[in-house]
């Protein structure tokens, strides 16, 4: 049984993305995520190498395998880029994580033979043994089908424990989130309330010497919660016409004071590590005083609020295949609604 861990290193690993848009087929596509895969596994050993054998924790950027769909319909880019739950890319990412007994973390586009026709975007952690110990589907998005869209037979297959998962290990309570969803501080708020100690966060983003909404919340995501945020961003995104670096740069460690511990500039780099010292923050969580805010919570305060509240409707991609339109146009719907009901 391995022994829980007070302290440990963790890596940001900030890596180009190569999209698979331009390829024509599955097997093309396929090709290309092998490629990426083969390349990651040479830059984790080095990265390994450099900062030490008790780097226990690597997170890798959002859908850092394949891009995000660019004019795809929903089935054109579940065939042609999303692996399956036990997909050889998941086994040879698992063979990384076996070889270097670490945790290893990313985001990449799933199917689910449950929801057939529809794919969804999951963050996963991969643990020392190569088996898959959180799966996370991202509840908030404007344009990919979340388990919000089908959200009662959702939750027959996998209970609210698998909405907000979280994956208790040797090296802390981990859970993850993705990309944009720093910014709604409801979810992390549900994994942190089911015991999230480090967030793990892929994302690909604008980066910008100045503070960002998608910064300032990483660092209210740490405070609020106290919990570590480890957030990989890309080193660009290639084969796309979007000019390579509009997403690259500034991943960063952040620990339960809310302090950057850790950052890159742009570009490739492994500069993004340092260490996540889980006694620190046990202690900090069960010491009384006005920063515990996690222990002041009143979560019945807000609970009758938010039963009472309906902004996005739930369960839009229940009934039948729809195009990518349905995306806008049901965010459209409920701006109206709520406009006319004074809320906006």
Known sequence: MPTNLESFRALALQVTCHAVNQTSNRHEARSLMQNSINRLAQQIAASIAFIGFDCRLIVLPEYFLTGFPMGDTLGGWAEKACIEMAGAEYEALGKIAQKHKIFLAGNAYEV????????FQTCFILDPSGSIVLRYRRLNSLFAPTPHDVWDKYLDCYGLEGVFPVAKTEIGNLAALAS?????????????????????????????????????????RAVENLAYVVSANTAGIANIAIPIASAD???????????????????????????????????????????????????????ESYRQSHFYPANTMLEGEVDRKHFLQTQQATIERLSNLGII
């Open 112 to 119: 689910d033979p449950n929801f057939p026709g529809l794919y």
């Open 180 to 220: 944009e969803e720093i910014l709604y501080p409801e979810v992390a708020r549900c994994l942190a309330m089911r015991g999230a100690e480090i967030f793990v966060h892929s994302t690909s983003e604008v980066y910008n010497k100045n503070l960002t909404p998608k910064d300032a919340a990483k660092i209210t």
């Open 249 to 303: 740069g500034g991943s960063k460690i952040i620990d339960h004071r809310g302090i950057v511990l850790a950052e890159t500039g742009a570009g490739e780099s492994m500069a993004a590590f340092a260490e996540i010292d889980l006694a620190a923050l046990r202690r900090d969580r069960r010491r009384p005083g006005l920063n515990n805010l996690l222990a002041r919570q009143r979560f019945e305060l807000y609970a």
